[in-house]
T-cell receptor, first 111, second 113 residues
């Protein structure tokens, strides 16, 4: 079993839709949960960072962590064509001093 | 701000050739990383460094060597390139380890024929 699992998609939605992106993880010691956004032919950039269970909101983006279920989500409200990118979850903490990335979900928002 | 700069951006090699990818960061970060990104595999850590003069193996280190002689530079070497090393390579740096934000370069696309 992979330490971090992410649905690869691709996911295609109309402009204005609510998007839900998800990752599951296996190690309950993980403490740090991040979402990176990667545009085509670019490097990933940090989008959201959470440390504890619960929700964190930043504009149209909400990151949710459920440690009891080992499940994290990223919600995008009022999606825009400019949100079209690959979204990678990244999880770390516990015995490791490195981040473990999910495989990424390719999102396309159609105008 | 340049951030993290990778050179070269593109390279085509023949099997058995050697090459070095250069990563430079201007943020005075202690931690630097080399990842490879392949379809369906996500980002996999090759080697990393926790400070000048240090290196450590990541998840997929075989066939690669690294050096961090200066704090701002992290070099990734392929001694004898193989087709399995065809990939997009990303360098990243961070101020802190696990808890810190990773700043990535734009990637180096390597094709080994």
């Amino acid at each position: 079993q992979k330490e971090v699992e992410q649905d690869p998609g691709p996911l295609s939605v109309p402009e204005g839709a609510i998007v839900s992106l998800n990752c599951t993880y296996s190690n309950s010691a993980f403490q740090y949960f991040m979402w990176y956004r990667q545009y085509s032919r670019k490097g990933p950039e940090l989008l959201m960072y959470t440390y504890s269970s619960g929700n964190k909101e930043d504009g149209r983006f909400t990151a949710q962590v459920d440690k009891s279920s080992k499940y994290i989500s990223l919600f995008i409200r009022d999606s825009q064509p400019s949100d079209s990118a690959t979204y990678l979850c990244a999880i770390g903490g516990g015995a490791t001093n490195k981040l473990i990335f999910g495989t990424g979900t390719l999102l396309a928002v159609q105008p | 701000n340049a951030g993290v700069t990778q050179t070269p951006k593109f390279r085509v090699l023949k099997t058995g050739q050697s090459m070095t990818l250069l990563c430079a960061q201007d943020m005075n970060h202690e931690y630097m990383y080399w990842y490879r990104q392949d379809p369906g595999m996500g980002l996999r850590l090759i080697h990393y460094s926790v400070g000048e003069g240090t290196t450590a193996k990541g998840e997929v280190p075989d066939g690669y060597n690294v050096s961090r002689l200066k704090k701002q530079n992290f070099l990734l070497g392929l001694e004898s390139a193989a087709p399995s090393q065809t990939s997009v390579y990303f360098c990243a740096s961070s101020k802190l380890a696990v808890t810190g934000e990773l700043f990535f370069g734009e990637g180096s696309r390597l094709t080994v024929l």
